[in-house]
């Protein structure tokens, strides 16, 4: 599996051989079915990470996602990755551009997942406040794409009392300035203390504004790591189902990760039908977005079986 820190060294050096080449090879022509009969409730969406290894080898073409879901997987709201887009992150026609591709193919951006802007958890003053002016600019792209929130990473501080002072700190003046964008920051679970679901939840609360949320994933809840996968090895694991529900009061956005399947379509780590009951029953209404980080099956293959897990599961519990 290719951890998110190994990744950003890649893409720094693989930005420059992206072209305009290959969508997927697997005869783009027109939208396939939206919805499964019977699923009008549920909304699913794609989070870019789930191509990440196609994008960054050159395969694919970040500026295309929207095309690719929709005309390849027939989802119509996508979730993007600013290491894609490193370079691009204070050009608004570049966005503008984005947004006109998004629209033409009658797909929905919701959020950017921000990685590698600095700790918005460190006690110095100074490094916290580059932390939080870093992220300017992907509220300012997010608001010209049309999407409702930024997701960003709580590290910091390894003493909890620490990083608690300084993540509400931070989360205060960065939800002030996404305010006035109305652009939501979202935390999502992502190892160390951002993967304690109590500990976040608390933070969400106190820092008390109304476009500070959550983004619970099914899989990062490893407290012993940074980017906090549980696919692998993990000392200390924060029960996932635990987690996800402390999440859920405060979702703006939900990540289905998923990473490989036994012979009936389930994922092997994560009980689909346990995650999404908890899922349906909080009430959360908005997408459910499809993160398939699997080492078995290609990213195609991977995204299409959560995809169907999901929709069997969703409607198994009707």
Not at 68 to 78: F, P
Not at 119 to 135: I, S, T
Request: net charge neutral; with cysteine.
């Amino acid at each position: 599996m290719m951890k998110r820190r190994t990744f950003m060294k890649k893409a720094a050096t693989s930005a420059a051989a992206l072209g305009t080449n290959a969508l997927l090879a697997h005869g783009l022509r027109s939208p396939v079915a939206l919805t499964a009969k019977g699923m009008s409730d549920l909304k699913l969406s794609l989070a870019q990470w789930s191509l990440h290894r196609q994008f960054v080898d050159g395969n694919l073409n970040p500026i295309e996602f929207a095309s690719i879901a929709i005309y390849t997987y027939g989802i119509n709201a996508v979730e993007y990755v600013n290491q894609f887009y490193t370079d691009s992150g204070k050009d608004e026609k570049f966005w503008i551009n984005m947004k006109k591709r998004a629209d033409n193919v009658g797909v929905r951006s919701l959020l950017i997942m921000v990685d590698d802007e600095g700790d918005l958890g460190v006690a110095n003053d100074k490094e916290r406040k580059v932390a939080v002016e870093n992220h300017y600019k992907w509220v300012n792209a997010a608001k010209i794409l049309g999407c409702h929130s930024i997701r960003v990473n709580a590290f910091g501080e390894p003493e909890k009392t620490a990083f608690r002072t300084a993540i509400i700190d931070s989360m205060g003046h960065l939800c002030e300035y996404a305010a006035r964008e109305n652009i939501n920051i979202i935390i999502e679970n992502h190892g160390l203390h951002s993967a304690d679901g109590k500990l976040i939840s608390g933070i969400v609360k106190q820092v008390n504004k109304p476009n500070l949320g959550t983004f619970p994933d099914f899989g990062n809840w490893c407290l012993s790591a940074k980017w906090g996968s549980t696919q692998g090895d993990c000392s200390e694991v924060y029960d996932r189902y635990k987690g996800v529900a402390e999440f859920l009061p405060f979702a703006k956005a939900v990540s289905a990760k998923s990473y490989n399947f036994n012979a009936r379509g389930e994922d092997t780590k994560i009980d689909y039908y346990k995650m999404l009951k908890i899922v349906k029953d909080s009430g959360y209404s908005g997408y459910i977005g499809i993160e398939y980080e699997g080492e078995i099956l290609s990213e195609h293959e991977g995204i299409l079986a959560t995809k169907a897990l999901i929709e069997k599961v969703w409607k198994s519990l009707d």
